[in-house]
């Protein structure tokens, strides 16, 4: 779980927060655990 603390998140000057892009390791734990990916408001998720 503690490679999922790696994922990046960016604050834009407009005060929203994106992530971004999940590793293989990150997308495996997701996958393993079934986590839902989160949705940045007016991102593409």
Same mark, same amino acid.
């Given at each position: 779980?503690?490679?999922?603390? !790696?994922? &990046?998140?960016?604050?834009? +000057?407009?005060?929203?927060?994106?992530?971004?892009?999940?590793? *293989? !390791?990150? &997308?495996?734990?997701?996958? +393993?655990f079934n986590l839902m990916c989160p949705?940045?408001?007016? *991102?593409?998720?």
């Amino acid at each position: 779980m503690l490679e999922l603390e !790696r994922w &990046r998140k960016v604050a834009l +000057a407009d005060g929203r927060v994106m992530t971004a892009e999940m590793t *293989g !390791r990150q &997308r495996g734990i997701q996958d +393993a655990f079934n986590l839902m990916c989160p949705i940045s408001p007016g *991102g593409a998720g």
